[in-house]
């Protein structure tokens, strides 16, 4: 059963920094993508940042590129979120998402939900002005 733990969530101010954790179990395979959504009241979810395993090759949302850091960790296993500049738009409830690759090769590191099939159950970003 794969899981998807979150953590790191809390309230920051406007400019403030967190990092966000989400490890990984039972493992991951180098052709996986894994991947960062954020939800806030009333929204739809979308795509942060997306991050192919096996190299650099990673994916940002405009809103949060040159702010947001994907990164990895533990031979894949720890997948990481480090936000910076935060700004008050940013508050949300954050997901760590993973999708596995297929037969055909490696996944592409997407921001649309249907592209991922496994999801954590997300942690609170709150950013105050």
């Known amino acids: 059963q794969v899981q998807l733990v979150e953590s790191g969530g809390g309230s920051v101010q406007t400019g403030g920094s967190l990092r966000l954790s989400c490890a990984v179990s039972?493992?991951?395979?180098?052709?996986?993508?894994v991947a960062w959504f954020r939800q806030a009241p009333g929204k739809k979810r979308e795509g942060v940042a997306a991050h192919l395993l096996s190299d650099t090759m990673t994916n940002y949302a405009g809103s949060v590129n040159g702010r947001f850091t994907i990164s990895l960790d533990n031979g894949n296993d720890m997948i990481y979120l480090q936000m910076n500049s935060l700004k008050p738009e940013d508050s949300a409830r954050y997901y760590c998402?993973?999708?596995?690759?297929?037969?055909?090769?490696?996944?592409?590191?997407?921001?649309?939900?249907?592209?991922?099939?496994?999801w954590g159950r997300g942690t609170q970003v709150t950013v105050s002005s």
């Open positions: 998402a993973l999708q596995r690759h297929t037969s055909g090769g490696r996944c592409q590191p997407g921001l649309t939900i249907d592209e991922y099939t496994y």
């Open positions: 039972p493992y991951t395979f180098s052709d996986d993508c």
